[in-house]
């Protein structure tokens, strides 16, 4: 083979290094390309990554922890900014020139901000909680190295006030009662979007500010009430412990619940460990009245879904079933296991047992439970009593939206109860049980009290005495159940009581019920169930009371003239008086029966009409006639 050329060796070299670089120009283009795609998906990324936290950034801001109501929009428990000053001294070029203008605006004296920022500290606090005008003065002064600080706080402008049911906050975080609750309620929604779109409207120009807020079932009204009631007992009976609640028992809400001794929960951080401890969360031993009614009742429930003769149930021992006694418990809510949105554990754990007499003589109560929590032992009676319906006590009524003064409900926290927990007959005949164990109460209602003692032998040996008193109002398909509870240091007979808790307890029960009432009569706040449900009747008859609460309930007072008054207004001014309310129309009041002047007797039907102001020429007024 002849030699080849080098001139050909060396254009064959030449293209060779032509194509190989056209290749790698190709690859580096591909290269570029994908790495260009791949930098702008890790720029989308990183942009909406930014977009997401400024997103939720601004939600964190939007969910400041929500007020907390009662029915009626009473503040509870709120969330304020406060903003204080603090100071970084090595900012700072000329301490002498901040000092002046500083002392002035924050009212303080220019020696203590010397000592407090002259000592060679490198942040120094310098105020806390300035007013709006302060942070406006500061901020227009423009200090360098002077900075405001700002913090939600949360406050309880009720104070000891139903503060075992709402409890209290450190760091945004509930610590105790429905402020833990709300805790699970905010981590819930968190995430989503404050989309309405998709929500239930509830109602526009709400008080307060935009976010997500808790309305409980307490009444603010009521609650005063129990206040006052307890407070009367303690003073009469120092060194015992006092409780009072009111629940509705077709629902199982909680329109007031108190106890002494109680906290302020703005100053929870001042207080021991007992005061904290809920009273209706804490074991005692059974009164024997109610074991009596729930042996019975398991008696009852032991026959089945048959007819129930109307015979002594002790005779019907041979057919009592210990399996359906047990099975009782459970659907009564006496085992144990409840859970209420207010509390946050178990009942303490504790070694009392039933304090027995020897001389006494024991009854039999098979398998009924010896020790329980005021709270167990409602649950379980209320049930036996309002038919058969499967409630459980609880303070959150639903939790809401606010935007733009206009609110949407989040969640119903109220759910319809199960019926059908006791067998066909068993209610009716719980019913006459309970009749024949308590006695008559004003307004139809019926008083089932007992009293009981127990003891704890370690280190030492210490007596409890306990009583315990339910009220159903009234006895026929109950409305409010008031339960009144006391624990105190050994046995202490009733006739050394100052004043009877269930003497007392009737003397509140017509307010209770009035402001219940008033509360069904809002009929922009009320179903029509709820108003088919409404149980009571203000008659003369019904408000008859023992010589003792006389003077108490039957409280005489002129009628007012409500004239271009609020609905609310008018029924502020009513409050108290036991008298049966009667609404007619929305507005404003423009004509009443009876007139002004009148005197008002407990029992007496008032009639409020009244109309809107006429905005809308389009409007028709409605025509109401005058009450004869």
């Given at each position: 083979?002849?030699?080849?050329?080098?001139?050909?060796?060396?254009?064959?070299?030449?293209?060779?290094?032509?194509?190989?670089?056209?290749?790698?120009?190709?690859?580096?283009?591909?290269?570029?390309?994908?790495?260009?795609?791949?930098?702008?998906?890790?720029?989308?990324?990183?942009?909406?990554?930014?977009?997401?936290?400024?997103?939720?950034?601004?939600?964190?801001?939007?969910?400041?922890?929500?007020?907390?109501?009662?029915?009626?929009?009473?503040?509870?428990?709120?969330?304020?900014?406060?903003?204080?000053?603090?100071?970084?001294?090595?900012?700072?070029?000329?301490?002498?020139?901040?000092?002046?203008?500083?002392?002035?605006?924050?009212?303080?004296?220019?020696?203590?901000?010397?000592?407090?920022?002259?000592?060679?500290?490198?942040?120094?606090?310098?105020?806390?909680?300035?007013?709006?005008?302060?942070?406006?003065?500061?901020?227009?002064?423009?200090?360098?190295?002077?900075?405001?600080?700002?913090?939600?706080?949360?406050?309880?402008?009720?104070?000891?006030?139903?503060?075992?049911?709402?409890?209290?906050?450190?760091?945004?975080?509930?610590?105790?009662?429905?402020?833990?609750?709300?805790?699970?309620?905010?981590?819930?929604?968190?995430?989503?979007?404050?989309?309405?779109?998709?929500?239930?409207?509830?109602?526009?120009?709400?008080?307060?500010?935009?976010?997500?807020?808790?309305?409980?079932?307490?009444?603010?009204?009521?609650?005063?009430?129990?206040?006052?009631?307890?407070?009367?007992?303690?003073?009469?009976?120092?060194?015992?412990?006092?409780?009072?609640?009111?629940?509705?028992?077709?629902?199982?809400?909680?329109?007031?619940?108190?106890?002494?001794?109680?906290?302020?929960?703005?100053?929870?951080?001042?207080?021991?460990?007992?005061?904290?401890?809920?009273?209706?969360?804490?074991?005692?031993?059974?009164?024997?009245?109610?074991?009596?009614?729930?042996?019975?009742?398991?008696?009852?429930?032991?026959?089945?879904?048959?007819?129930?003769?109307?015979?002594?149930?002790?005779?019907?021992?041979?057919?009592?079933?210990?399996?359906?006694?047990?099975?009782?418990?459970?659907?009564?809510?006496?085992?144990?296991?409840?859970?209420?949105?207010?509390?946050?554990?178990?009942?303490?754990?504790?070694?009392?047992?039933?304090?027995?007499?020897?001389?006494?003589?024991?009854?039999?109560?098979?398998?009924?439970?010896?020790?329980?929590?005021?709270?167990?032992?409602?649950?379980?009676?209320?049930?036996?009593?309002?038919?058969?319906?499967?409630?459980?006590?609880?303070?959150?009524?639903?939790?809401?939206?606010?935007?733009?003064?206009?609110?949407?409900?989040?969640?119903?926290?109220?759910?319809?109860?199960?019926?059908?927990?006791?067998?066909?007959?068993?209610?009716?005949?719980?019913?006459?049980?309970?009749?024949?164990?308590?006695?008559?109460?004003?307004?139809?209602?019926?008083?089932?009290?007992?009293?009981?003692?127990?003891?704890?032998?370690?280190?030492?040996?210490?007596?409890?005495?306990?009583?315990?008193?339910?009220?159903?109002?009234?006895?026929?398909?109950?409305?409010?159940?008031?339960?009144?509870?006391?624990?105190?240091?050994?046995?202490?007979?009733?006739?050394?009581?100052e004043l009877s808790p269930a003497g007392e307890a009737m003397k509140i029960i017509g307010p209770i019920a009035a402001l219940q009432q008033v509360m069904k009569?809002?009929?922009?706040?009320?179903?029509?169930?709820?108003?088919?449900?409404?149980?009571?009747?203000?008659?003369?008859?019904?408000?008859?009371?023992?010589?003792?609460?006389?003077?108490?309930?039957?409280?005489?007072?002129?009628?007012?003239?409500?004239?271009?008054?609020?609905?609310?207004?008018?029924?502020?001014?009513?409050?108290?008086?036991?008298?049966?309310?009667?609404?007619?129309?929305?507005?404003?009041?423009?004509?009443?029966?009876?007139?002004?002047?009148?005197?008002?007797?407990?029992?007496?039907?008032?009639?409020?009409?009244?109309?809107?102001?006429?905005?809308?020429?389009?409007?028709?007024?409605?025509?109401?006639?005058?009450?004869?």
């Amino acid at each position: 083979m002849g030699k080849r050329s080098r001139l050909r060796t060396q254009s064959v070299g030449r293209r060779r290094l032509v194509v190989l670089i056209v290749l790698l120009g190709a690859v580096a283009a591909v290269w570029g390309w994908l790495e260009s795609e791949k930098a702008l998906r890790l720029w989308e990324q990183t942009v909406k990554a930014l977009r997401l936290r400024e997103d939720q950034a601004a939600t964190d801001q939007e969910i400041t922890r929500g007020t907390i109501y009662d029915r009626n929009y009473k503040e509870f428990a709120i969330s304020y900014e406060r903003v204080s000053v603090y100071a970084n001294i090595r900012e700072i070029e000329d301490v002498n020139q901040v000092i002046g203008p500083l002392s002035a605006i924050l009212e303080t004296s220019e020696s203590d901000l010397y000592d407090r920022m002259g000592k060679g500290r490198l942040r120094v606090w310098i105020a806390r909680d300035i007013s709006q005008d302060q942070e406006d003065e500061i901020r227009r002064l423009g200090f360098q190295g002077v900075h405001l600080h700002r913090e939600y706080i949360r406050y309880y402008p009720q104070r000891e006030s139903a503060a075992h049911l709402i409890g209290f906050v450190e760091g945004d975080t509930g610590l105790f009662g429905i402020e833990q609750y709300l805790n699970k309620l905010e981590a819930r929604f968190r995430l989503k979007k404050d989309d309405t779109h998709d929500l239930l409207k509830m109602g526009d120009t709400r008080p307060g500010v935009d976010g997500r807020h808790l309305i409980l079932t307490l009444d603010a009204k009521i609650q005063r009430i129990l206040d006052d009631y307890l407070k009367r007992l303690a003073d009469a009976s120092p060194g015992n412990s006092f409780g009072a609640l009111v629940m509705e028992a077709s629902t199982g809400g909680l329109v007031g619940y108190t106890q002494t001794p109680s906290f302020d929960p703005n100053r929870f951080h001042s207080y021991t460990e007992t005061n904290y401890l809920d009273l209706f969360n804490e074991t005692i031993a059974v009164p024997d009245v109610f074991k009596i009614f729930l042996r019975d009742l398991s008696l009852l429930e032991s026959q089945g879904s048959v007819e129930i003769p109307r015979l002594p149930w002790s005779v019907a021992a041979e057919q009592r079933k210990l399996g359906a006694q047990l099975q009782l418990w459970n659907k009564l809510g006496a085992d144990g296991n409840l859970q209420f949105d207010f509390i946050t554990g178990p009942p303490p754990e504790t070694s009392a047992v039933p304090f027995k007499r020897e001389l006494e003589k024991q009854l039999n109560f098979e398998t009924v439970p010896e020790m329980q929590t005021p709270l167990e032992l409602l649950t379980s009676l209320t049930r036996a009593l309002n038919g058969g319906y499967e409630i459980t006590p609880h303070g959150a009524k639903r939790f809401v939206l606010r935007k733009n003064q206009q609110e949407y409900l989040l969640e119903n926290l109220e759910k319809e109860p199960d019926s059908g927990l006791l067998s066909a007959g068993v209610p009716e005949e719980a019913a006459r049980l309970a009749t024949l164990l308590g006695q008559r109460g004003p307004m139809g209602s019926i008083i089932i009290q007992g009293e009981s003692s127990s003891e704890i032998e370690s280190p030492i040996r210490r007596l409890f005495h306990h009583y315990l008193g339910l009220i159903m109002i009234p006895q026929k398909n109950p409305e409010l159940v008031l339960l009144v509870t006391s624990t105190g240091p050994g046995y202490q007979a009733a006739q050394r009581r100052e004043l009877s808790p269930a003497g007392e307890a009737m003397k509140i029960i017509g307010p209770i019920a009035a402001l219940q009432q008033v509360m069904k009569n809002l009929s922009d706040m009320m179903s029509p169930k709820e108003k088919a449900d409404t149980n009571f009747r203000f008659s003369p008859e019904q408000v008859q009371v023992d010589e003792e609460n006389t003077r108490a309930e039957l409280i005489e007072m002129d009628m007012p003239s409500f004239a271009g008054m609020s609905l609310r207004k008018s029924l502020r001014l009513l409050q108290g008086s036991n008298v049966e309310i009667e609404v007619k129309g929305t507005g404003r009041v423009v004509a009443q029966h009876p007139p002004e002047g009148t005197k008002l007797r407990p029992g007496t039907t008032v009639t409020l009409i009244l109309e809107r102001d006429p905005v809308d020429p389009d409007y028709q007024q409605p025509k109401f006639a005058e009450p004869e």
